[in-house]
């Protein structure tokens, strides 16, 4: 529960879905694993969210630290649940907040899915 | 047009769209530019040919290389357009073929967006 402490990214050998796309053609259940990350980052209300939360101070915002998207607070509570229910964020209530903090393991292994081809 | 030299990717320092997403917030119009390119892989059959011209021979795949995704040819060539509107491909046709190939400026540059935050 520390804040301090960030989960090592680099070298991603236990990423917890699939190979780089351009390592060899997905196959069915790759791309059904891996295809929900990218649509949870397909919105840009969403986008704006969760680069929000992935750049705030401590790695975490909470819901009050929000308020500049351009959408109702419901809409804001809606697109952090699809962002939790895709993995790209976590929830935690303390006291009257809920805070977000990014789930720094999809981050990577959605970076490495993005590994370009070695030339 | 050479099959055998591939684009630098390292250091994307003219990066097309935005910073990585645990930078800083990203504004409406970094939002909007990004989400397209998220949208187009976050559909499990688009995800799959994606993969499948990214991880071709030479880099580029022909329409005559693709059979095995679960869908009808018309929906290949839909998903396929799509990708393309998102900038993720670009498509040349040679004689009877239609190829394929991965814009490469465009995975790094949305792997960029991923990088995770410095520890």
């Known amino acids: 529960m520390s804040n ?4 090592p990214l ?3 050998a236990s990423a917890p879905c699939c190979p780089p796309l351009t390592e060899r ?5 790759e ?3 891996a295809a929900p990350m990218f649509k949870a980052l397909g919105d840009p209300v969403r986008l704006r969210l969760f680069s929000l939360v992935a750049s705030h101070a401590g790695g975490e915002a909470c819901v009050c630290d929000i308020s500049d998207v351009g959408v ?4 804001v509570s809606h697109h952090l649940k ?3 229910e895709a993995g790209l964020l976590t929830s935690e209530r303390r006291g009257t ?5 990014v ?6 292994s959605m970076g490495h899915l993005l590994t370009p081809a070695a030339p």
Chains 1, 2 share one sequence.
Do not use: H, I
Request: hydrophobic fraction near 40%; avoid cysteine.
């Open 4 to 7: 301090a402490e960030a989960v």
């Open 10 to 12: 680099e070298g991603v």
């Open 25 to 29: 053609p997905f196959s069915a259940e």
């Open 31 to 33: 791309a059904e694993r």
């Open 72 to 75: 109702s607070q419901p809409t």
């Open 82 to 84: 699809k962002l939790k």
């Open 97 to 101: 907040w809920v805070y977000y903090r």
């Open 103 to 108: 789930e720094p393991a999809v981050l990577a």
